[in-house]
């Protein structure tokens, strides 16, 4: 896990959905780092015992230490589950507008590829359907094929970590990008698949790949 880099702000267009996730994460964050701060200064270990600290009756000489591992072990959980939860958000969203871009190639093709033209009768299954992409890595095949341009490295990146996450770790490697990075690359693949960067990530596609 690549520590977060607050001092950088999220871009002001980030998507709302993928913003929320981001912003829950900041307080669940903020609130654990202040439960550690209080941990730490709780002499008595009454605060311990209250919020059911595991090692509440640890020694006195020890707590601190303990108590750093602790909470380190938590943020990295939060870590974890926000991004599995940002990574699903993004899903959902894209899969969405899969459905929608699907249904209008077909109404565009139907319109436009007359009788006369060649396997009029079975052009349709040059199209796919939202159930011939099944997962993520699917949709990156679509948009780049084998390119391996930085986005697209990228959100491969963020695929195979949240693959590892989601199998206990038993595969892969951890990600070298930080949480503002991967909502950053997200956020601009739905911009991308929206049309409003897809120009310019086209050119870059066909002159690396």
Do not use: W
């Given at each position: 896990?690549?520590?977060?880099?607050?001092?950088?702000p999220?871009?002001?267009?980030?998507?709302?959905?993928?913003?929320?996730?981001?912003?829950?994460?900041?307080?669940?964050?903020?609130?654990?780092?202040?439960?550690?701060?209080?941990?730490?200064?709780?002499?008595?270990?009454?605060?311990?015992?209250?919020i059911?600290?595991p090692?509440?009756?640890?020694?006195?000489?020890?707590?601190?230490?303990?108590?750093?591992?602790?909470?380190?072990?938590?943020?990295?959980?939060?870590?974890e589950?926000?991004?599995?939860?940002?990574?699903?958000?993004?899903e959902?969203?894209?899969?969405?507008?899969?459905?929608?871009?699907?249904?209008?190639?077909?109404?565009?093709?139907?319109?436009?590829?007359?009788?006369?033209?060649?396997f009029?009768?079975s052009?349709?299954?040059?199209?796919?359907?939202?159930?011939?992409v099944?997962?993520?890595?699917?949709?990156?095949?679509?948009?780049y094929?084998?390119?391996?341009?930085?986005?697209?490295?990228?959100?491969?990146?963020?695929?195979?970590?949240?693959?590892?996450?989601?199998?206990?770790?038993?595969?892969?490697?951890e990600?070298?990008?930080?949480?503002?990075?991967?909502l950053?690359v997200?956020?601009?693949?739905?911009?991308?698949?929206d049309?409003?960067?897809?120009?310019?990530?086209?050119?870059?596609?066909?002159?690396?790949?």
């Amino acid at each position: 896990m690549k520590k977060s880099d607050f001092s950088r702000p999220l871009r002001v267009t980030m998507n709302k959905d993928l913003k929320k996730c981001y912003e829950d994460y900041l307080v669940l964050k903020n609130i654990c780092e202040k439960a550690r701060q209080r941990a730490i200064s709780d002499g008595s270990g009454k605060y311990l015992f209250d919020i059911g600290f595991p090692h509440a009756a640890e020694k006195a000489k020890n707590r601190k230490k303990v108590i750093g591992e602790y909470f380190e072990e938590i943020q990295e959980k939060l870590f974890e589950s926000n991004f599995l939860k940002i990574v699903a958000v993004f899903e959902k969203i894209v899969f969405k507008k899969l459905g929608n871009a699907a249904g209008e190639a077909e109404k565009v093709l139907n319109k436009n590829y007359g009788r006369s033209h060649p396997f009029h009768s079975s052009i349709r299954r040059f199209v796919r359907s939202p159930s011939d992409v099944n997962n993520l890595r699917g949709v990156r095949d679509i948009m780049y094929g084998e390119s391996n341009i930085p986005l697209a490295a990228k959100l491969g990146e963020i695929i195979n970590y949240r693959n590892r996450l989601a199998h206990g770790k038993r595969f892969g490697q951890e990600t070298t990008l930080t949480l503002e990075e991967s909502l950053s690359v997200l956020n601009e693949i739905l911009e991308t698949i929206d049309g409003e960067l897809g120009e310019s990530n086209l050119q870059n596609c066909s002159t690396l790949g």
